[in-house]
Antibody
Framework: EVHLVESGGGLVKPGGSLRLSCAASGFTFSSYSMNWVRQAPGKGLEWVSC????????YYAGSLKGRFTISRDNAKNSLYLQMNSLRAEDTAVYYC??????????????WGQGTLVTVSS | SYVLTQPPSVSVAPGKTARITCGGTNFLSKSVHWYQQKPGQAPVLVIY???DRPSGIPERFSGSNSGNTATLTISRVEAGDEADYYCHMWDSSSDHPGVFGTGTKVTVL
């Protein structure tokens, strides 16, 4: 059974940094693209970033480029999101989501339960 | 960046049909996927590649994609279908390639 478990969320001050992790199990992690999607309180889904199976291609939401960095460790079955220069508007639940295949242009067939990031002084 | 517009809300009586639209441009060259999200839960994929259903999703859920509009149709609506629904696509030419629709709240009367 596919499991995705996010961790690393919490309360951080504006301008601070946070590193999110997503531990994957129940499938061959190195064969699938992975994504981060966030949802601000009471708002809709917002795609954040995608990394293909071998890290060959990486994509970001245009507004986040330069502040967020996605990475993965296929040996550890783990996905990461390094978030720097955090702002209040980055407050959201962050989900990791598996791509349907190794590519980027695919649906997200499994999601974690999310980790809450709160940016506040 | 690409914008996918959905109606904020759709209300439907039990047993009737709910249709949720997702509007954009040049859909014909892109595939649309749909997710259901219930309060406090992670999204669940209900339709992918316009009209395919993952295993475990009832046949009552179907999708279509034509022109500039994609549609999620829920037939014989049940109380358990009450949720938020989001469309999703990938636009390779954009600096924001992953795009979700604005979301639609389906209320079962």
């Amino acid at each position: 059974e596919v499991h995705l478990v996010e961790s690393g969320g919490g309360l951080v001050k504006p301008g601070g940094s946070l590193r999110l992790s997503c531990a994957a199990s129940g499938f061959t992690f190195s064969s699938y693209s992975m994504n981060w999607v966030r949802q601000a309180p009471g708002k809709g889904l917002e795609w954040v970033s995608c990394i293909t199976s071998s890290s060959t291609y990486i994509y970001y939401a245009g507004s986040l480029k330069g502040r967020f960095t996605i990475s993965r460790d296929n040996a550890k079955n783990s996905l990461y999101l390094q978030m720097n220069s955090l702002r209040a508007e980055d407050t959201a639940v962050y989900y990791c989501a598996r791509g349907y295949s190794s590519s980027s242009d695919v649906p997200f067939d499994y999601w974690g339960q999310g980790t809450l990031v709160t940016v506040s002084s | 960046s690409y914008v996918l517009t959905q109606p904020p809300s759709v209300s439907v009586a039990p047993g009737k049909t709910a249709r949720i639209t997702c509007g954009g441009t040049n859909f014909l060259s892109k595939s649309v996927h749909w997710y259901q999200q219930k309060p406090g839960q992670a999204p669940v994929l209900v339709i992918y590649y316009d009209n395919d259903r993952p295993s475990g999703i009832p046949e009552r859920f179907s999708g279509s994609n034509s022109g500039n509009t994609a549609t999620l149709t829920i037939s014989r609506v049940e109380a358990g279908d009450e949720a938020d629904y989001y469309c999703h696509m990938w636009d390779s030419s954009s600096d924001h390639p992953g795009v979700f629709g604005t979301g639609t709240k389906v209320t079962v009367l």
